[in-house]
Nanobody, 127 residues
């Protein structure tokens, strides 16, 4: 079973930028769509961004569109989420996940379509 480990979270001021990474071990991200989700205290987990297995399709939540960019480097078994123009409402634990389906067409946005999850990294945006 693949292990996913996120890093790069931290405290940043509103308007700032941050890049979080997700490194896989014990398995590969190649040929699988990957997603980023977040969960704020007292709120349900929500989809943030996803990238298809080929990297050719990316999908974003409306709340982050134009501010966040998801990318992947299969040679490094790593997925990234570049976050810009951060807002206090972006504060959450950010987790990456691997699609359960090999070479799925498109990007799944439902958490139930992902099988493997990291523990998450905390992102805090101060006002």
């Amino acid at each position: 079973q693949v292990q996913l480990v996120e890093s790069g979270g931290g405290l940043v001021q509103a308007g700032g930028s941050l890049r979080v990474s997700c490194v896989a071990s014990g398995g590969t991200v190649s040929s699988y769509a990957m997603g980023w989700f977040r969960q704020a205290p007292g709120k349900e987990r929500e989809f943030v961004a996803g990238i298809s297995w080929s990297g050719g399709v990316r999908h974003y939540a409306d709340s982050v569109k134009g501010r966040f960019t998801i990318s992947r480097d299969d040679a490094k078994n790593t997925v990234y989420l570049q976050m810009g123009s951060l807002k206090p409402e972006d504060t959450a634990v950010y987790s990456c996940a691997r699609d359960r389906t090999f070479r799925r067409i498109g990007v799944p946005i439902n958490a139930d379509m992902y099988d493997d999850w990291g523990q998450g990294t905390q992102v805090t945006v101060s006002s």
